[in-house]
């Protein structure tokens, strides 16, 4: 285990935190950032339009995956994002700076989740019908047992847009989710959070070149 070299910059607080020119916010209103993922398992199609109508009371920023944005058969999801949600890129280059942003990260089954939670964001998941017939790992990416769907046990989920508002505002507590995530921030996301995986990585690939044992640093 060497960290993820990924967020290196992050805990160096090295990062540029320029959003795109596209996206606008209002610093009255607490910043949403939603990152869905692509295909069946995607709640775009089910979400884009409630999502829209809450950009009256947030600042609501949408983080296409590749995926919505490339594939074929994704073209009524990007379609719906385009109508609904009108602040929104999918700039890989900018995905720190939009998490600095932002106060919550709504996802759905997306790794996402843990990029979020590596961060220590107030992250929330969303849910739609028949989601969970979905999960028997032909029909999409994931089943029962994955990560993206373990994590429902602890991080809260809302269904409707009664619940989501619920999950926003200050009578939701906080405190006890992020309490039982800290122990998978360590064991899951990176057990350093030192900006140094990078050099630890590099070590480790040198030292296998080398035909060297292991210094030891990254067990």
Same mark, same amino acid.
């Given at each position: 285990m060497v960290g993820n070299p990924r967020f290196d910059a992050w805990h160096n607080g090295t990062f540029a935190r320029t959003l795109p020119e596209n996206i606008q916010s209002d610093s009255r209103k607490p910043t949403v950032l939603y990152a869905p993922t692509f295909g069946a398992l995607s709640s775009l199609p089910h979400w884009a339009e409630k999502l829209g109508r809450l950009s009256g009371n947030v600042n609501l920023i949408c983080k296409l995956h590749h995926g919505?944005?490339?594939?074929?058969?994704?073209?009524?999801?990007?379609?719906?994002?385009? @109508?609904?949600? =009108?602040?929104?890129?999918?700039?890989?280059? /900018?995905?720190? &700076?939009?998490? #600095? =942003? #932002? +106060? *919550?990260?709504?996802t759905d089954?997306? $790794? !996402? %989740? !843990? +990029? #979020?939670? /590596?961060?220590?964001? @107030?992250? %929330?998941?969303l849910d739609f019908p028949g989601m969970n017939d979905l999960l028997d790992g032909e029909k999409s990416y994931s089943t029962a047992e994955s990560a993206d769907q373990r994590i429902r046990e602890i991080l809260p989920v809302a269904h409707n847009v009664a619940e989501l508002r619920y999950l926003l505002s200050e009578a939701f507590d906080w405190?006890?989710?992020?309490?039982?995530?800290? =122990? %998978?921030? /360590?064991? *899951?996301?990176?057990? !350093?959070?030192? $900006?140094?995986?990078?050099? @630890? &990585? &590099?070590m480790v690939i040198v030292e296998a070149l #080398? $035909?060297?044992?292991?210094? $030891?640093i990254c067990r």
């Open positions: 919505t944005c490339s594939r074929p058969e994704e073209t009524a999801s990007l379609a719906l994002a385009r @109508r609904h949600l =009108k602040q929104r890129t999918d700039s890989a280059q /900018h995905t720190l &700076a939009l998490l #600095a =942003k #932002a +106060d *919550y990260v709504l089954n997306s $790794g !996402f %989740i !843990f +990029d #979020a939670i /590596h961060v220590d964001k @107030r992250v %929330i998941l405190g006890a989710v992020q309490a039982r995530l800290t =122990k %998978i921030r /360590h064991h *899951y996301c990176d057990a !350093f959070m030192d $900006g140094k995986a990078g050099e @630890r &990585a &590099a #080398a $035909g060297k044992e292991s210094s $030891g």
